[in-house]
């Protein structure tokens, strides 16, 4: 059964997080950099920053059918590192996480990846896990937020290819004069006792500017019930940057993983 209230805070964990925020990557070195992060040790709130509009994929979607319809407004797309690519189409990279396709470029994206099992996520299943942080996310919002609840209402991503007209329990809903408004979606991947979240938001919803961007992700990090930490703003840490160029040479830039 879905929580009735928002949760005020995590449980407090004596555990920092480290702010990440690195600047416009391309979406394969975005992709990258949050997979990277599920193997580091630590907590980490990255800002995703994206030189141009992208479309991102869950890593078990099948590759989206032409869509019609209400759904004729979100792009056409090829595969991220395709070397002649279709004129007037979106790269798409396909993600570590799951969840369904989305268009990346007005919204507010950011990754979180930490321990789990830990006091921040104790039970480590999927449920629980999106359930405690769209809740925390919600909490972003000025206006009356909350998780969505119920049950998955549809079977297959194949035709729905936009994230924001999906609707998942772990959706973060605002109320609108018509009934829910989806302001945000996450995804999740789990290994080796990490998890790496994925999220989404409406800038339009959250009434959020660009300029406040590192303090609502710090705000976000006190929500998790975890003690403020460094931070890297600009540039990446040079230890990483090995280990990033690898993960986009053979896996988030080759155009056979991004169209699965």
Request: hydrophobic fraction near 40%.
């Amino acid at each position: 059964m879905q929580e009735s209230t928002p949760l005020q805070t995590a449980p407090r964990s004596e555990s920092s997080f480290h702010l990440v925020v690195p600047g416009p990557l391309s979406a394969a070195e975005n992709m990258a950099l949050d997979d990277l992060l599920l193997d580091q040790p630590g907590w980490f709130l990255r800002l995703t920053g994206w030189r141009q509009p992208v479309v991102t994929l869950g890593r078990f979607q099948p590759w989206p059918d032409s869509c019609s319809g209400e759904r004729s407004a979100f792009p056409p797309i090829h595969p991220a590192g395709e070397v002649e690519p279709p004129p007037d189409t979106l790269a798409a990279v396909r993600r570590a996480t799951g969840g369904g396709a989305i268009l990346h470029g007005e919204d507010w994206t950011i990754a979180i990846a930490g321990d789990c099992p830990s006091p921040v996520f104790p039970h480590r299943r999927p449920t629980a896990v999106a359930h405690r942080i769209s809740l925390l996310l919600a909490r972003l919002f000025e206006g009356h937020a909350t998780s969505r609840g119920g049950e998955v209402q549809e079977a297959s991503m194949q035709h729905i290819t936009d994230c924001f007209l999906r609707r998942s329990p772990s959706d973060v809903v605002v109320e609108g004069t018509e009934g829910s408004i989806k302001a945000g979606g996450i995804a999740l991947a789990f290994r080796q006792g990490r998890v790496l979240i994925e999220a989404s938001l409406r800038r339009d919803l959250l009434d959020a500017q660009p300029d406040n961007d590192l303090q609502q992700l710090h705000r976000l990090g006190l929500f998790l019930g975890l003690k403020a930490g460094s931070s890297s703003v600009g540039e990446l840490p040079l230890q990483w940057q090995g280990p990033l160029a690898r993960r986009v040479e053979q896996r988030f830039g080759d155009p056979r993983w991004n169209h699965g």
